[in-house]
């Protein structure tokens, strides 16, 4: 019995993470007041970009590391742009997170 990894899964659980970070941002936004069109339309075009890599014919695991590399340089951005945020250091363990559901050490050690 020999069971495969499905990587084609692992890129559609990584896509709705993004799109998970990216809709708690728009909500966080509009709910405290600080509703600037800027920065929600900043989320939409993350979630354009993870889609449109989603959707590329290229290799699996260069695939799996931009899809994870998406979360990583908005928190990154967002680190500069915005005030000390607990949320953005939650983004960056959970854009690790994505990463290591491809189990491959090398995508693993590349990212770190």
Not at 14 to 41: E, T
Not at 51 to 68: D, M, R, S
Not at 87 to 93: L, S, V
Request: glycine share 4%; hydrophobic share 60%.
């Amino acid at each position: 019995m020999s069971q495969t990894y499905n990587l084609k899964r692992v890129h559609k659980v990584n896509l709705i993470a993004v799109y998970i970070i990216a809709s708690v941002f728009i909500l966080q936004n509009l709910i405290f007041g600080k509703g600037a069109i800027q920065d929600i339309l900043s989320a939409i075009v993350i979630m354009v970009i993870a889609t449109v890599l989603f959707f590329l014919p290229i290799h699996n695991l260069l695939k799996g590391f931009l899809l994870g590399f998406v979360p990583t340089l908005t928190v990154y951005a967002l680190m500069f742009i915005q005030e000390f945020s607990i949320a953005n250091h939650y983004i960056f363990f959970v854009s690790i997170s994505m990463i290591a559901l491809y189990f491959e050490a090398r995508l693993i050690l590349i990212y770190a």
